[in-house]
Structures are given as C-alpha cells and as structure tokens.
C-alpha cells in the first residue's frame, strides 16, 4: 500500500489531453510539500520529469506539466503520442516518523 | 555529466551476505546526498535510505522505518562509491535496486539515477 495514491492505469489517443492524479494526506502533499513526478520506460530507470510541482527539467517537454491543490497534485500531459506509453510516479516527502521520501503506487500510460 | 554507475546483478541464496556499489562521477560526490530506492518485481518505487558524504568523518545516515534494521547504507568518499549492504537476504529481497542522488532543501527529490542492480534471492 503506497502512501500516495495513483490510478493504476489510464489510456489516451494521441493527440489527446489527460491528466494522471496523486492523492496523499496532512503529513506529505497536504502539509505543503513538493510534489514531483518521474517516467519509467520498461527495462530503464526511472527519470525526473518534473520537480517542485511544475517545473521541468532540461530536455522535458513542455507537454507535461504539473499542479497541486490541498492533498492532491496532477500531472498533465496535451499533445499525448506513442512515446509518452511509459510508467508514471508522483513523489513528495512525508513528515511522520522522522520524515522520509514517499511515491505513488505508479500509473501505466497506455496510448491507443 | 552526472553518473551513477552501479555494480552488476547478483544472484545469491537466502542466509547469505551482501554489498552492492553505485559510483558517482561528473559532480561533488560528498556534497550531494545519496539515496536508495527499491523495486521489486513488477510494483512500484520504496525509498530505503539515505547518507551524506559530508566533509567530515561521521556520515549522517537516516533509513525508512521499513528498511531500518534490514539493511546498511554505508560510502567511501576517497573512491566516490555508496554501499547497500545484507547481512542475510530473504527471498523477500528480490528486486532491484537503484542508487539515487536525493536532493534536499527546499524540497527533497531525486534528479539522478543509477542503472540498477538486479539482486535476486533463491535457494
């Protein structure tokens, strides 16, 4: 059982707008931490793609993009095409038990 | 560049020892801190640990309440290399395993990984 909460799967044709969701509570992301978001292609470590809620790493494209709001946070993704298809995980930090870092259960991006 | 280089998959039984190495290079290795993250088969992210180089002597180490008692974090500046080490692997221990650098401030995330390293555990 993860600390944040993630769907485990969504799906979107290319070109479409969607949106993946993370659910935490008032020790991580409703106390005010960051949240952050990595991609995991099969077989490869995971990659930062957005840091600090909503800012991108160089290289990552403006396509993605990241909001937060009470104990939630989402990452957005416009313009979806087949290379997005990948494992998504949100992150923050947690400051029960001494504090330590927390992730989501993971969504898997499938491109129709 | 920022690397972390990790040290080969390894294949061991249940009962026996463990250490696994990440190596950094391309940054200051004792002033950034380094995390663990577990990944068993098929599931998803486990922040295990981290440790802070540091420039003295003494490395502050801090585990995830799941992982205290069950594994060591442990660094060797003189070589930029981080240690993950068992002293008696469970089957349960499967999984890979990746070396991180976690930054923290602000905010606390990881903006580099190692490869992994595949440790599988079978009588």
């Known amino acids: 059982q993860s600390v944040l909460t993630q769907p485990p799967s969504v799906s979107g044709a290319p070109g479409q707008r969607l949106t993946i969701s993370c659910t935490g509570s008032s020790s991580n992301i409703g106390a005010g931490y960051e949240v952050h978001w990595y991609q995991q292609f099969p077989g490869t470590a995971p990659k930062l793609l957005i840091y600090n809620t909503n800012s991108r790493p160089s290289g990552v494209p403006d396509r993605f993009s990241g909001s937060k709001s009470g104990t939630s946070a989402s990452l957005a993704i416009t313009g979806l095409q087949a290379e997005d298809e990948a494992d998504y995980y949100c992150q923050s930090y947690d400051s029960s038990l001494n504090g330590y870092l927390v992730f989501g259960g993971g969504t898997k991006l499938t491109v129709l | 560049e920022v690397q972390l280089v990790q040290s080969g998959a390894e294949v061991k039984k249940p009962g026996e020892s463990l250490k696994i190495s990440c190596k950094g290079s391309g940054y200051s290795f004792s002033s950034y801190y380094i995390a663990w993250v577990r990944q068993m088969p098929g599931k998803g992210l486990e922040w295990m640990g981290i440790i802070y180089p540091g420039d003295s002597y003494d490395f502050y180490i801090r585990y995830s309440p799941s992982f205290q008692g069950q594994v060591t974090l442990s660094v060797d500046k003189s070589i930029s290399t981080a240690y993950l080490q068992w002293s008696s692997l469970k089957a349960s221990d499967t999984a890979m395993y990746y070396c991180?650098?976690?930054?923290?401030?602000?905010?606390?995330?990881?903006?580099?990984w190692g490869q992994g390293t595949l440790v599988t555990v079978s009588s």
């Open positions: 991180v650098r976690h930054r923290s401030g602000i905010s606390d995330f990881i903006d580099y």
